[in-house]
């Protein structure tokens, strides 16, 4: 298991941007994930939001956010990031990142087996 701290949650006005950060430690060198962004809002259930297979940098997005968010994939910096533009109220929630284990790529029933803690972010209107 890796560790992830995530960070660049805030508040934003509807239309603004967020860079959200998860710092990745305990990788192993040369050794691929499927790194993940979850989000969950008040009383909804946890929605995965955005996917990356850091081996290829394969990326998906959920219907929502496409257009707007960017997943990547700093080896150097051992960082997962999302980019969001045009964030509107309904982006709200606490946003979470996961990491698969090694060399599984990415996959509907993947079940991730790191977790960091959140960072919040609210989009006013």
């Known amino acids: 298991q890796v560790q992830l701290v995530e960070s660049g949650g805030g508040s934003v006005r509807a239309g603004g941007s967020l860079r959200l950060s998860c710092s990745i430690s305990?990788?192993?060198?040369?050794?691929?994930?499927?790194m993940a962004w979850f989000r969950q809002a008040p009383g909804k259930e946890r929605e995965q939001v955005s996917t990356?297979?850091?081996?290829?940098?394969?990326?998906h997005y959920v219907d929502s956010v496409k257009g707007r968010f960017t997943v990547s994939h700093d080896k150097a910096k051992n960082t997962l990031y999302l980019q969001m533009d045009s964030l509107t109220p309904e982006d709200t929630a606490m946003y979470y990142c996961a990491a698969g284990p090694r060399w599984i790529m990415c996959h509907p029933a993947l079940e991730y087996d790191s977790w960091g803690q959140g960072t919040q972010v609210t989009v006013s209107s």
């Open positions: 990356i297979y850091t081996r290829a940098n394969i990326t």
């Open positions: 305990g990788a192993s060198d040369n050794t691929a994930y499927c």
